[in-house]
């Protein structure tokens, strides 16, 4: 079996001193011109040319370069010359290449402008993910998501773990998937909210990013079924300090982004990427900016709009009235039949990426905004009963992984964003 | 309504050169003393005492001072005072106390010392957890998370997010949660591994915490149904270099956790902790060791036999036989009827806290295994079959979240590491 103690990295090659080399990786492409034969090998740090002409390399290896299938996996011993020639200004003649796993006849277009549809990419996405273009997405998310959980560690925040399986919808929401959980019905739950209220009305300051599911029926480029949440929830808070949190961790995302993913902005052919500002208006403000009708949502084409005129920033929507926001948001001043609330919205790159606001920490109060919304308080009873042994005040947003991922990478369809994708058809691979 | 903007946290007033402060928190206790009262007011950084003596202070004040329920939220202003009999040396002389959020009746005894048995506790989650001690145990699982991920992503591994729903048993286990996912049957999964391997197989090295789900109908204090794993995965590796990552990671977990949780530590009177070493033991070597039979699984009296030679450190068992790891472990030199495989398993703390080893990434070897398993084929088609377009040799292994938890912080009941447990019974809260 082959070790690989002493395999380097492709561009540790093109920086090393030493006059040999083992590497590892998958066959990009082979060419063979007469006499000469070229072999490209990629690995997760980049592509290097093998480079055989006849009679001046072993014979065997020269006779099977090209013959190698294409993302099969080698093992190259070789020397390292340099090249003008050479992509990088490297090359390495071979002294051994030994296949460790043969690919087969591939079922879908990996090049880099595939020509393969979504769907079918998705099929294979094992195969998909060998694309730079598929893995500079993902990466990109990795950054995200890092990002935002060293933010809000620095800042003292604790990481929850909140549960997926719920015995009841804890929002009232009616779109949950069902799970048979031994002899009782449970759900899978659409939010982790509850979860995070209880958490930070102890230890004040919560962040996580969780999946959620939600059954809806929809099958469009806006829509998946699983998703993750990145979430915070903070006590001794309003609307406004919140908003500025989310201000802050997103430019923190970008300038991070910007900086440690260069090159995936480029092989996406991002350039617009800038570290954004933040823009706070009320909701009247603004609908009246887009000639909308107060008291209705945003259209997305609103939405569009709004972010057209403050472009590339973060557009923050603020004290919206509370007949369009849920009942758990904080009415002004504590007055159950204010008719403006403590909820914003917050949109980025032309969509909605969050809502949040404060919540009502007040049993009482809590109950008659049930009623206004013409909710029954019984079931909730749980929920408001969480409040009634010590709950300060406390606001809390969240932000969708994948949604941010496809913003920030100018992605058409949001399941280009998601690794595995679960929609209204697709539960494989 | 309240606003926050002037709020100092308790821990700032310690230090602070202000003569005046306001500050927001949890009402710890209250005693009257005749002309004098104190209250003691938590938050999250720490607790200070409040101190009035009658005609000193606005009447109201003094009055409702000591009537104020335990645990109710106040916002308190006043001046700053050395005193050498409070606790930390300083004390708030109150000028106005407000109380933003009543507690009713506590329906559990949440002394750090509590007297409410462990179900009640977790019934009351959110009570629970305005104790110091239970607060401690998740500030130290916040850590651990939080130094896992960042200890893999600057090494240049890609965070990955799995699918949580999906089709069929990937690893063809049968303890699996059924989903109704629209018309079609699905599962929770029991175990990322599939798409790590797809996800190693094409960007090399991967990690990830998520949550899995295991139908397991026990009710012990060793089990719960919803887990969290830690898991990596990495190519062109065996199983020495996968330990060896496994070693350096819970280095620096407990590492940072010795210099980041001193306090908790305190709290849960973890003495013993240290940064361990790692030691690696044959199976064979290991099972005379501790009087077992060769070709059998160690039983936890043995494990913890292991570990008390070794005390604090990781004990790597490598090289299982392959008649008692699973189908998809890598035999001895890629030999389908090798004796001895690529498994391990590692002990800490008395306990198997992971195993892994390499995966077999050749469809004809796995087949082999899976038909010497008396599995079937044909059940693994998709998992085979992902391994047929160029898939290097890979290892990885998995560490629950929940358990080095409980390890760590020396406890006897997982639950007690599980924020919101879901076990046979319990699904709230």
Redesign the interface.
Known sequence: ?????H?TLVSEVFSSKSKKAEI????KNVRALGKIKFLVMK??SGEIQITAVEGKVDNKIFEMMDKIPR???VYIKGEIKDSKQAPGGKEIIPESIII??K??D??IDISEQSKTELPKRLD????D??RRRT?AI??I??EI??AF??HF?RK?Y??????????AASEGGTEL??????E?K?F?AQSPQ??KQ??A?????VFMI??V?R?E?HNTPRHIN?I?QMDIEV????QM?IMKELEEVVKYIVKRVLENCKEELEILEVKALKVPKGVYLSYEEAIKKVGGKIGEDFTPEQERKLCAIYKGDIVFTHSWPTSIKPFYIMP???KANAKLSEGFDALYLGVEISSGGQRI??PELLIQRLKAKRLNPKNFK?YID????????HSGWSIG?ERLTQQICGLDNIKEA???P?D?DR???
Chains 1, 2 share one sequence.
């Open positions: 079996m082959q070790d690989f103690e395999r590892a990786g998958w066959v690995d997760m993302e099969s996996v460790l796993s690919a087969e591939l079922p294979f996405r094992f195969l993910l060998h893995q993902f990466r998310q990795s998501a890092n959980r060293e560690f003292k604790m990481e929850m773990q909140p549960p997926c399986i719920i015995s998937f069902p799970v048979k959980y031994f009782k449970a899978l509850l979860y209880m958490l009305c102890s230890v004040e300051r969780t999946p599911w059954a029926k699983e993750r006590a001794f808070t309003n300090s002004k001043d504590e920490h007040l749980e969480s409040f009634r042994f010590g709950a300060p005040p992984l998601t690794m595995f679960r209204r539960l494989t691979p």
